[in-house]
C-alpha cells in the first residue's frame, strides 16, 4: 500500500477458462479459485485509504509540482489555443497535457526552447493523429457486444483486516475464515445469479467475543434478493465509530435474520427476528459519564449506566419505495436504569451527549434550510412495543428535598401505535408495576385501556395501590401551605382524559382513598408557634404578682398554649398538624369541560382513626384556614386586636349565605367519622379554652354547594358527633352544617 505495507496477498489463484473468443467479444470461464487470500485496509487520521492505483502506485497527492511549473502548463495551453487554426481541430485535453510534457521535459539553461511552441508542436501532432485514427474508425463495421460468463467463483479460507485511525479512538475489525460462492454470472445479465458465502468477525483485544455472517440469495445490476444472518455479533464491533457522539461504551451481541430486497432504486428490508442480547452502558471515562447519584435497581456491573437482558425485534419491514415501516414486536426484556439529576438540574444522560448542543444547532440549521420543501412523511406502523420486569432507580437532588424512587417490576404493552400517524385511532395500552420510596412497602399500579397522541387523550381502568404520593411532595412543596410527611394513595376506577380544540375534558368514576397521611405545618409555621409559646411564657412570669381572678385566666390561657408531652396525635407525633389513617371516598365522579363548571360528586365519605390540632385564633378563624399565610401570627394580624372585636361582631349578622354559582359542583354523600382524635384550642373567647377531645365518630348527612330549587340558600347537613372530653366527660354535638357554603 502506500505506506509499503501489505495490502494483498493470496495462497492460490487458479482460473479455468472454457471458451475465450476476443476477437469475437465472447468470454467463458470455468471457475475462478482463490485460497487463502489476505486484505489489509488501513485509513490513517486524515482520512484516507492506504491503497495502489491501476498502475500499483501508492494513491496520495502529487506534491512534488512547483507553483511555478503548474502555472507554465496553464500558460502553454492558453498558447495553443491561440495559435491554432480553426482547421487544426486542436484537443484541449491534448493540449493540456503536452503542455504538461514540455514543462517537465528536462531544459538547459543556456538554450531551451519556448514551452509554448514544443507544447503546440506536440498537441498539434497528437490531433493529427487522433484524426486519422477517427477516420479510419469510421470505416471499419462496429465491434462485437461482449459476452462474459462465468460459471462459478469460490473464495476460501479469505482474511480481512480494517483499520481506521480517523476516529478518536481506531478502530479495528478483523474477518476470518471468508468462504464466498457465486454460480453462473452471465453480463449483460439476464437472469440472476446465486450467491452464498460466511465469515467470522473479531474486533481489538477487548472484544473478546466473535460473531459470524452467513448470506444467501441471488442478484444482478438491477435487483438483488439476499438473506443475511447474524450470530453472536459483537456491537463493540462499532463501538468506535459512537466515540465522541456517546460517552459509555456499548456491550452486547446480535442475531438476526434479515431478507435485502432491491429493484432498481427500491430497498426492502424484511427482518424476520433480531436479538440484542447481555447490552449494556459502561462508563469508561467518569470525568465525562460519572455514574447515577443512586445505585439503579438490577444493575450488575460496576460501572454500568444502563443493562437490557434482551432487545428482540419480529417481523419488521421498511420499504424505500413507499416510505413505510411496519414492525411486528418490540420488545424490551428486564431492562435496569439509574436516573438522576443534579443540584443544577442537569440530567445525567446530558454527560453522555457531549455533541448534543452541537448536532441540535446544526440540524437547526439544516432544518430551516429545508422548510420550504415538504417531503412526505413515513408511515411507521408498530404491532406490539412491550417491556418485561424493568427496574429505574429515579433520584432528583434538584429539588428543595431530595427525590427518591424506585420503579421495579414494571410491564408494559403498546398495540397498533402509528407514532407519525396525523391522525390515527387510540392504541391498547397495559401497564403494571410497583412504586417505593424509602423503606416503605412499595405501591402497585395498574393501567388498562387506550392512548392516543393526535388528539391526546387516555382512556382506561386504572387501580392503584399504595402509591406514594408524599415521595412526589417535593414538587409542590412551593404551592403546599404545609408539609405532607406521608400519604398513599388508593383508586379503582375509570380515568378518561381528551385534548380537545377548547381544552382538556376529564372524567374520574370509581373509588378512592388517602391513606396513612400526615401532614405538619411548614417551618415557618412552626418558629411563629414558638415565638407565642415564649411570649406565654413571659407572661405567665408576670402572672406571679397578678390578682388570683387574674391568674386564674392567664393560668387557663397557658394551659391552651403550652404543649404536651402525650395525647397529640393517632400516633403521638407533636408536630403533626393532621393524620388520619383511612380516608375512603367512595362513588367518586368528577367531571371537567371546557366552558362548564366542574362537577365533582362522592357517594359516601369515611374517615378513621383521624388527628387535628385544631385552633381558633384571636381572630375568629380557624388555624386551617390561614395555613396559606406563610405562618403569621393571630397577633400579627390587625383584625385581631381586642378593638376590632366588636365591630366583626357586629358585622356578622349582616353576612348571608348565598351559593357560589361560579365555582364546582359539589355533591356530598354522607360522612362517616370514627376512631377521632381533636387537640382544640379556642384563642377567641376570654378566658381561652382548651380541650383534648378523642374517641369521637359520628355522621353527617348530605349535603350540596348548590341550593335545591333557585333563590334557595344550599341545604345544611345534620350533624351527630360523639366522644370525651378529656378523657372523661362524654361530648355530644349535633346540629345542622354546611362546610361548602360561605361565610360557614
Not at 611 to 622: C, D, F, H, P, T
Request: charged share 20%; proline share 6%; aromatic share 4%.
Amino acid at each position: 500500500d502506500a505506506h509499503q505495507e501489505k495490502l494483498l496477498a493470496w495462497k492460490q489463484l487458479d482460473v479455468q477458462l472454457a471458451d475465450v473468443q476476443p476477437l469475437a467479444g465472447q468470454v467463458h470461464i470455468a471457475q475462478v479459485a482463490l485460497d487463502g487470500a489476505q486484505l489489509s485496509i488501513k485509513r490513517g487520521k486524515n482520512g484516507q485509504l492506504s491503497l495502489l492505483d491501476a498502475q500499483g502506485q501508492p494513491v496520495q497527492a502529487d506534491k512534488s509540482a512547483k507553483p511555478e511549473e503548474a502555472a507554465a502548463v496553464a500558460d502553454a495551453a492558453k498558447t495553443i489555443a491561440a495559435t491554432a487554426q480553426p482547421a487544426d481541430h486542436v484537443d484541449v485535453k491534448e493540449a493540456e497535457n503536452a503542455a504538461g510534457r514540455a514543462v517537465a521535459a528536462p531544459k538547459s539553461d543556456e538554450s531551451a526552447a519556448p514551452v509554448a511552441a514544443v507544447a503546440t508542436s506536440d498537441a498539434a501532432a497528437n490531433t493529427d493523429n487522433k484524426s486519422a485514427t477517427t477516420a479510419a474508425a469510421a470505416t471499419k463495421p462496429a465491434a462485437p457486444a461482449w459476452r462474459v460468463q462465468v460459471d462459478e467463483i469460490k473464495l476460501t479460507q479469505v482474511q480481512g483486516l480494517w483499520v481506521d485511525e480517523s476516529v478518536p479512538v481506531p478502530a479495528r475489525v478483523q474477518l476470518d475464515d471468508l468462504s464466498i460462492s457465486a454460480h453462473k454470472i452471465v453480463w449483460p445479465f439476464t437472469e440472476p445469479f446465486t450467491l452464498e458465502g460466511s465469515a467470522a468477525l473479531s474486533g481489538a483485544q477487548n472484544v473478546p467475543a466473535t460473531g459470524r455472517v452467513a448470506f444467501t440469495g441471488k442478484a444482478t445490476d438491477q435487483m438483488a434478493d439476499i438473506a443475511v444472518t447474524t450470530t453472536a455479533l459483537p456491537l463493540q464491533l462499532g463501538a468506535s465509530y459512537l466515540t465522541g457522539v456517546i460517552e459509555p461504551g456499548v456491550q452486547g451481541s446480535i442475531d438476526s435474520q434479515v431478507q435485502l430486497l432491491r429493484q432498481g432504486d427500491a430497498l426492502q428490508i424484511k427482518l424476520a427476528e433480531l436479538t440484542v442480547s447481555n447490552v449494556a452502558l459502561q462508563c469508561n471515562n467518569k470525568a465525562n459519564c460519572a455514574a447515577p447519584h443512586g445505585t439503579a435497581t438490577g444493575l450488575k456491573g460496576k460501572d454500568y449506566l444502563l443493562e437490557l437482558a434482551q432487545l428482540v425485534v419480529k417481523d419488521a419491514e421498511v420499504d424505500t419505495a413507499q416510505q413505510t415501516v411496519k414492525v411486528g414486536t418490540i420488545e424490551l426484556q428486564q431492562p435496569a436504569l439509574g436516573v438522576s439529576r443534579d443540584k443544577n438540574g442537569r440530567m445525567m444522560f446530558e454527560d453522555w451527549l457531549p455533541t448534543t448542543k452541537a448536532a441540535t444547532a446544526q440540524a437547526d440549521k439544516k432544518s430551516t434550510g429545508k422548510a420550504a420543501k415538504a417531503d412526505k412523511p413515513w408511515d411507521v406502523q408498530l404491532s406490539r412495543v412491550a417491556i418485561k420486569g424493568a427496574n429505574v432507580a429515579y433520584q432528583d437532588e434538584s429539588t428543595p428535598r431530595k427525590v427518591a424512587v424506585r420503579l421495579t417490576d414494571w410491564d408494559a404493552e403498546l398495540r397498533d401505535y402509528a407514532p407519525l400517524a396525523t391522525k390515527a385511532k387510540p392504541s391498547p395500552l397495559k401497564l403494571s408495576g410497583r412504586i417505593a420510596t424509602g423503606r416503605s412497602d412499595p405501591g402497585r399500579l395498574v393501567y388498562d385501556g387506550h392512548i392516543g397522541l393526535t388528539p391526546l387523550s387516555v382512556v382506561g381502568r386504572l387501580n392503584l395501590s399504595q402509591l406514594p404520593v408524599h415521595a412526589f411532595e417535593p414538587y409542590a412543596a412551593e404551592a403546599l401551605p404545609v408539609r405532607l410527611m406521608r400519604a398513599d394513595a388508593n383508586f379503582k376506577g375509570s380515568v378518561d382524559f381528551v385534548q380537545s380544540d377548547k381544552g382538556p375534558v376529564v372524567s374520574i368514576k370509581g373509588d378512592a382513598a388517602l391513606d396513612d397521611v400526615r401532614v405538619r405545618p411548614l417551618a415557618s409555621v412552626i418558629a411563629a408557634k414558638a415565638k407565642q409559646e415564649a411570649e406565654d411564657a413571659t407572661e405567665n412570669v408576670a402572672a406571679t404578682a397578678q390578682p388570683a381572678g387574674a391568674k386564674a385566666e392567664k393560668d387557663s390561657k397557658n394551659t391552651a398554649a403550652a404543649p404536651r408531652s402525650s395525647g397529640l396525635g393517632v400516633r403521638g407525633a407533636a408536630d403533626d398538624l393532621l393524620n388520619w389513617k383511612v380516608l375512603s371516598l367512595r362513588g367518586l365522579d368528577v367531571s371537567l369541560a371546557p366552558t362548564q363548571r366542574t362537577k365533582v360528586k362522592i357517594g359516601e365519605t369515611t374517615l378513621s382513626d383521624f388527628y387535628a390540632r385544631l385552633i381558633v385564633q384571636e381572630n375568629g378563624k380557624l388555624n386551617l384556614q390561614d395555613l396559606g399565610n406563610d405562618g403569621a401570627t393571630p397577633a400579627d394580624d390587625a383584625d385581631a386586636k381586642a378593638g376590632d372585636k366588636p365591630a366583626a361582631a357586629a358585622a356578622a349578622p349582616v353576612a348571608t349565605t348565598v351559593a357560589d354559582n361560579t365555582g364546582p359542583l359539589i355533591d356530598m354523600g354522607a360522612i362517616v367519622l370514627s376512631g377521632g382524635q381533636v387537640k382544640f384550642n379556642d384563642r377567641f373567647i376570654k378566658p381561652n379554652y382548651s380541650a383534648d377531645l378523642s374517641e369521637l365518630a359520628g355522621r353527617m348527612s348530605a349535603f350540596s354547594s348548590e341550593p335545591a330549587a333557585a333563590g334557595q340558600p344550599p341545604q345544611l347537613a345534620d350533624l351527630e358527633l360523639r366522644g370525651k372530653a378529656e378523657g372523661t366527660a362524654s361530648l355530644e354535638i349535633t346540629g345542622k352544617l354546611n362546610p361548602l357554603v360561605k361565610p360557614l
